[in-house]
């Protein structure tokens, strides 16, 4: 049997993927849930991985959310073409684009993220 090579990138990945199902308490009666898995590529995920990264409240409302379970279309731009992508940062009501780089910058984004939020 072989010993599986991994690159700098396969370890972001292999964490991510490795919090799936998971839920961490935070300060104040907050929690985070995570959870990622592969997915084959497509136009829509062209990175491979179904994602959802929540920031729950103490009356478990989600006040932050980062995931590609569904298309975001942001609001037409006057002069040039919509992009569709299904990445995208719930920030309570609001949604907003987010560009996925990589699983590590992913995760930095939540987590910077969450610690706003619990200042």
Do not use: C
Not at 42 to 59: A, E, F, K, M
Not at 100 to 113: Q, V
């Amino acid at each position: 049997m072989t010993k599986k090579e991994y690159s700098r990138e396969d370890v972001p990945l292999d964490t991510l993927l490795n919090l799936d199902g998971e839920i961490f308490p935070m300060d104040n009666g907050y929690w985070t849930k995570f959870n990622a898995s592969r997915v084959a590529p497509t136009p829509q995920i062209p990175h491979g991985v179904r994602y959802s990264l929540t920031l729950h409240d103490r009356n478990n409302t989600r006040v932050l959310g980062f995931d590609n379970a569904h298309t975001f279309k942001p609001k037409k731009n006057k002069y040039g073409a919509r992009k569709i992508t299904w990445d995208h940062k719930h920030k309570t009501e609001k949604v907003h684009p987010y560009e996925f780089e990589s699983a590590s910058r992913l995760l930095e984004d939540f987590w910077k993220d969450v610690e706003e939020i619990l200042k």
